[in-house]
Nanobody, 122 residues
Framework: QVQLVESGGGLVQAGGSLRLSCAAS????????MGWFRQAPGKEREFVAYITWSGGNTDYTDSVKGRFTISRDNAKNTVYLQMNSLKPEDTAVYYC???????????????WGQGTQVTVSS
């Protein structure tokens, strides 16, 4: 069992930066791939980024490539999402998720956090 708690969301102006954190409970955190997803009002939850258990492989949706960076610290049971050059279209609730197979597809994740709101003003 893994419990996930996101933090770091907030209100930022376009062009600004935020760093999201996702703290995980459970001794098996280091064996899970981790993903970040987001959901804007009236839209489907969409993939943002994932990272493998070792941190050796990452992937991003095209719209955030070059602006967002996913990383993890297994000693701290935490995964991060550094978001730079934020745009109004990045506004959404951001969720972290844990799964045995990191993937852009939601169904591969077994555990989800409650989400943290990110709002980017123009």
């Amino acid at each position: 069992q893994v419990q996930l708690v996101e933090s770091g969301g907030g209100l930022v102006q376009a062009g600004g930066s935020l760093r999201l954190s996702c703290a995980a409970s459970g001794r098996t955190f280091s064996t899970y791939g981790m993903g970040w997803f987001r959901q804007a009002p009236g839209k489907e939850r969409e993939f943002v980024a994932y990272i493998t258990w070792s941190g050796g492989n990452t992937d991003y949706t095209d719209s955030v490539k070059g602006r967002f960076t996913i990383s993890r610290d297994n000693a701290k049971n935490t995964v991060y999402l550094q978001m730079n050059s934020l745009k109004p279209e990045d506004t959404a609730v951001y969720y972290c998720a844990a799964g045995t197979t990191p993937s852009p597809r939601r169904q591969f994740y077994d555990y989800w956090g409650q989400g943290t709101q990110v709002t980017v003003s123009s």
